[in-house]
T-cell receptor, first 115, second 110 residues
Framework: NAGVMQNPRHLVRRRGQEARLRCSPMKGHSHVYWYRQLPEEGLKFMVY????????ESGMPKERFSAEFPKEGPSILRIQQVVRGDSAAYFC?????????????FGPGTRLTVT | QQQVKQSPQSLIVQKGGISIINCAYENTAFDYFPWYQQFPGKGPALLIA?????SEKKEGRFTISFNKSAKQFSLHIMDSQPGDSATYFCAASFSNQFYFGTGTSLTVIP
């Protein structure tokens, strides 16, 4: 029973390039969350998605960032024209989203470095 | 606005001692309160969780105490071990939306 999978685990991008982070939720989970974590800091909520729907994107910067969770395939967090301040660990989490079960499980994260 | 307030920011405990981390919330709609443990370079791992219909939940050396009237909950780690050294996050959830505390860095010294 595979857990939440994220790839790549490490990503290096030059300023101005695009970063694509992928997340495959646990089997049977239909809800995906993205968080950002800076060194020595807590988890900052970015976006909450269900299949083909964005439920809450209140934590997502208005520009350059977008997220999707298509009917088929992984969830994608996309950062366009990356800047140094985007360097962080990005974590994806999933939850069943059904039957009132809230348990949320995290992936290992993608560490983005912008040079 | 921080929905969940966590303290202390860092904690140092002797091996064998009790580690206590506290969280407080305001929104009475929250109905699920998990704790996560995170080691450096890893993702947070679900440690233990409680719902507001009980006041305490124990799993091994980890106990959550929940005070609904005070809107507070805490994590107790009994017989703390050096391997427990990690960052701990509390969270509160309702309707599948999660709010995290700012984390507590725990160091257990031998």
């Amino acid at each position: 029973n595979a857990g939440v999978m994220q790839n790549p685990r490490h990503l290096v991008r030059r300023r101005g390039q695009e970063a694509r982070l992928r997340c495959s939720p646990m089997k049977g989970h239909s809800h995906v969350y993205w968080y950002r974590q800076l060194p020595e800091e807590g988890l900052k909520f970015m976006v909450y998605l269900q299949k083909e729907n964005i439920i809450d994107e209140s934590g997502m910067p208005k520009e350059r960032f977008s997220a999707e969770f298509p009917k088929e395939g992984p969830s994608i967090l996309r950062i366009q024209q990356v800047v140094r301040g985007d360097s962080a660990a990005y974590f994806c989490a999933s939850s069943p989203g059904q039957g009132g079960v809230d348990e949320q499980y995290f992936g290992p994260g993608t560490r983005l470095t912008v040079t | 606005q921080q929905q969940v307030k966590q303290s202390p920011q860092s904690l140092i405990v002797q091996k064998g001692g009790i580690s206590i981390i506290n969280c407080a919330y305001e929104n009475t709609a929250f109905d699920y309160f998990p704790w996560y443990q995170q080691f450096p370079g890893k993702g947070p791992a679900l440690l233990i969780a409680i719902r507001p219909d009980v006041s305490e939940k124990k799993e091994g050396r980890f106990t959550i105490s929940f005070n609904k009237s005070a809107k507070q909950f805490s994590l107790h780690i009994m017989d703390s071990q050096p391997g427990d050294s990690a960052t701990y996050f509390c969270a509160a959830s309702f309707s599948n939306q999660f709010y995290f505390g700012t984390g507590t860095s725990l160091t257990v010294i031998p």
